[in-house]
């Protein structure tokens, strides 16, 4: 026992602690990297540092910033998320043209950035950010007007509550030759001309879009969909939001579709039937948070049958396997209300 005693945390193997270290959060680790040499030393390893979440720490500035990038940030970088200053009384400048360029010189391998309330205003396009960036996301952020003119190796865009993206943006990321993933939620200043311009064939158009979510309230943007001619090599379509049904309308015009998740939204049997009819190559149909509406059951209505909480809609399941008998559907939290009028 004395033994025992007198072992302290020099004795582990370096594994372990760093094992034991991975479940602190980032402010946690430069904390723990005061204690010795050697705590500094463990606290560096980049297996530490590859998916680094600033988003919960309410002090961070540009000072914050730098420090992290000299004294911690480096090749192990996967994963970046930050939140900026547009919300702080603080506010003054966040994301400088000389700690991006450093970013992205010092963490070759970062693949994913999200950016949540930050002012990008200050920065004259995307082309300042690390080259290696796969994926970007943007939520509750503002950008100036030419800021998606070049962005060659982004192949995901999230764009969440961005309220100066407008139409403009939207037609300036047909020069993103690898985008491929476009997600839009709640763009205030998207409208019907702007992404039915967007719809390939053309030469400033997203023709290699194959994954597209619209989540919003506006009815204008579900409906435009609708108005156009179809959308060529889109194979995964998210709809969300209240207004879901009329963009319904037009599934039937995207041939290449195989996956479809509707979300939040409010649903008829009939709706869902009419818009999958004519989707052949669809493999993958998803209902997220959706209420079933359907009229009150008569009592003659006896081989209808039961719904439960594990299968809101047992007839729109049986009817979707005899209409689509190689689409397999999935429901998540979905309800059921029946209307009595």
Avoid at 2 to 9: E, G, N, S
Avoid at 43 to 49: A, E, F, G, N
Avoid at 87 to 108: D, Y
Wanted: charged share 25%; with cysteine.
């Amino acid at each position: 026992m004395d033994a025992v005693r007198c072992y302290t945390l020099d004795y582990f193997p370096e594994n372990i602690l760093i094992d034991i270290l991975s479940y602190l959060n980032v402010r946690e680790l430069v904390r723990n990297s005061r204690v010795c040499r050697r705590w500094k030393q463990l606290v560096k390893d980049q297996r530490l540092w590859r998916a680094v979440d600033l988003s919960t720490w309410k002090r961070v500035t540009s000072r914050v910033l730098w420090v992290l990038l000299r004294q911690y940030l480096g090749h192990g970088l996967r994963l970046l998320r930050l939140r900026g200053l547009l919300l702080s009384a603080r506010a003054g400048v966040f994301l400088s043209e000389s700690w991006l360029r450093s970013l992205g010189s010092k963490c070759p391998r970062l693949r994913r950035l999200c950016l949540i309330h930050t002012d990008l205003r200050g920065l004259p396009s995307c082309r300042l950010l690390p080259l290696s960036l796969q994926v970007l996301e943007l939520h509750f952020c503002e950008v100036p007007a030419g800021f998606f003119s070049e962005g060659d190796g982004i192949e995901t865009l999230v764009l969440d509550s961005v309220p100066s993206f407008s139409d403009q943006h939207l037609r300036s990321l047909s020069a993103w030759r690898g985008l491929t993933r476009l997600e839009l939620r709640d763009l205030i200043r998207v409208t019907v001309a702007g992404l039915k311009s967007c719809v390939p064939p053309g030469s400033h158009t997203l023709a290699r879009l194959t994954h597209l979510e619209l989540e919003t309230c506006s009815r204008t943007q579900m409906v435009a969909l609708g108005l156009g001619e179809g959308w060529p090599g889109l194979e995964r379509l998210s709809l969300g939001g209240k207004e879901v049904g009329p963009g319904l309308l037009s599934l039937g015009r995207l041939q290449d579709l195989r996956s479809l998740r509707l979300r939040t939204c409010r649903l008829t049997q009939m709706m869902v039937l009419r818009s999958c009819r004519c989707l052949t190559r669809l493999r993958l149909l998803e209902f997220i948070e959706v209420e079933f509406v359907e009229d009150e059951v008569r009592s003659d209505e006896t081989d209808r049958p039961p719904a439960s909480d594990d299968d809101p809609a047992p007839s729109l399941r049986r009817a979707l396997r005899s209409m689509l008998p190689a689409c397999v559907t999935h429901f998540t939290r979905c309800t059921r209300t029946v209307n009595k009028d």
